[in-house]
């Protein structure tokens, strides 16, 4: 009987890190908790030295009547979709504390992208649509290839934005969800914080003195709250701005941004870290002299 293969991961990590694509480098990440700890590890798998930097935090709600009231009445819409796994934890969370099994969102159709979709597998729930591109576009260019989808009512779980304006992108996914005829609910169901850049005066002195590298942003959020830190354009200059996608990249222009790594395969932070690897690829390191 043969063994399976180790995967690629494994295989990284037998490695000296020497020889993997971004040893030497510091990438300052700005994802929130929730999201760090994976992002990070696809950095180290590829000798990275990730910097945990969250600019955003998301958290529970302090009052949830408005969501409760629509997962009690769950058999009135015919699809939820996710565009963020705090979405999807959100409304597992909510369930379990009115009573409900988390497969009463099987009632409706699911929708969610990339390892969000996993997620949901992962906790029974059936995923009924995947888009190929994993975004909010990606979502209604499939809802609009369906016949069914003109008059129904969806729900999106979107998160309460506070101490930087609200990214454009929730707002323009209901948008454009009605636009192909769905009757959205948006419903309030996590809170995403911009943090005080007073708790991070060491890695800002990192990132003024060129001691970073790059700086990977996951979400529009994550730019516009990382901005309000700093006291000018010039602190980052010497950093390679990198994005997890064509959305959060464009977001980052219009603030001012210019994006060296906008990364193609943003289902994935593997799929992030490989764009970051590649443009190091042959450059020496910020500050190895």
């Given at each position: 009987?043969t063994?399976a293969p180790?995967s690629d991961s494994?295989?990284?990590m037998l490695?000296p890190?020497?020889?993997l694509p971004l040893?030497?480098?510091r990438?300052?990440?700005t994802a ?9 590890a696809?950095?180290?798998?590829r000798g990275?030295l990730?910097?945990?930097?969250p ?5 529970l709600?302090?009052d949830?009547?408005?969501l409760?009231?629509?997962?009690r009445?769950l058999?009135?819409?015919d ?5 963020s ?5 959100a409304?597992?969370?909510?369930c379990?504390q009115?009573?409900l099994?988390?497969m009463a969102?099987n009632?409706?159709r699911?929708a969610?992208?990339g390892?969000d979709a996993?997620r949901?597998?992962?906790l029974g ?14 979502i209604?260019?499939?809802l609009?290839a369906?016949?069914?989808t003109g008059g129904a ?7 309460v934005?506070e101490?930087?304006?609200e990214?454009?992108v929730?707002?323009t996914?209901v948008?454009d969800l009605?636009?192909?005829?769905m ?8 809170r ?7 708790r991070?005066?060491p890695?800002l002195a990192?990132?003024r003195q060129g ?6 942003f996951s ?5 516009a709250?990382f901005?309000?830190?700093l006291?000018a354009p010039?602190?980052?200059?010497r950093?390679?701005i ?17 994006p ?18 590649r443009?190091?690829t042959g450059a020496?390191p910020a500050?190895?002299?």
């Amino acid at each position: 009987m043969t063994s399976a293969p180790m995967s690629d991961s494994v295989l990284a990590m037998l490695r000296p890190a020497e020889a993997l694509p971004l040893f030497g480098r510091r990438v300052l990440l700005t994802a929130p908790r929730t999201y760090a700890l994976r992002f990070a590890a696809a950095i180290l798998a590829r000798g990275g030295l990730p910097v945990l930097m969250p600019t955003i935090e998301t958290s529970l709600l302090d009052d949830y009547a408005a969501l409760d009231a629509y997962l009690r009445r769950l058999e009135t819409f015919d699809w939820i979709a996710f565009t963020s796994r705090n979405g999807i934890e959100a409304l597992v969370y909510r369930c379990e504390q009115l009573g409900l099994p988390p497969m009463a969102l099987n009632a409706c159709r699911l929708a969610a992208i990339g390892k969000d979709a996993e997620r949901l597998s992962e906790l029974g729930l059936r995923v009924d649509l995947m888009p190929r591109e994993p975004s909010p576009r990606g979502i209604v260019d499939a809802l609009r290839a369906l016949e069914s989808t003109g008059g129904a009512a969806i729900l999106v779980p979107a998160p309460v934005v506070e101490g930087v304006p609200e990214p454009d992108v929730v707002p323009t996914f209901v948008t454009d969800l009605q636009r192909i005829g769905m009757r959205v609910t948006r419903a309030p169901a996590y809170r995403t914080r911009a943090l005080d850049g007073a708790r991070y005066a060491p890695e800002l002195a990192l990132i003024r003195q060129g001691a970073i590298d790059a700086i990977a942003f996951s979400s529009a959020a994550e730019v516009a709250a990382f901005l309000a830190m700093l006291n000018a354009p010039q602190d980052h200059g010497r950093c390679a701005i990198c994005c997890f996608g064509p959305y959060t990249a464009a977001h980052a222009r219009r603030m001012g941004l210019s994006p060296a790594v906008v990364a193609e395969d943003f289902g994935s932070f593997d799929g992030f870290a490989m764009a970051i690897a590649r443009h190091f690829t042959g450059a020496k390191p910020a500050h190895s002299g």
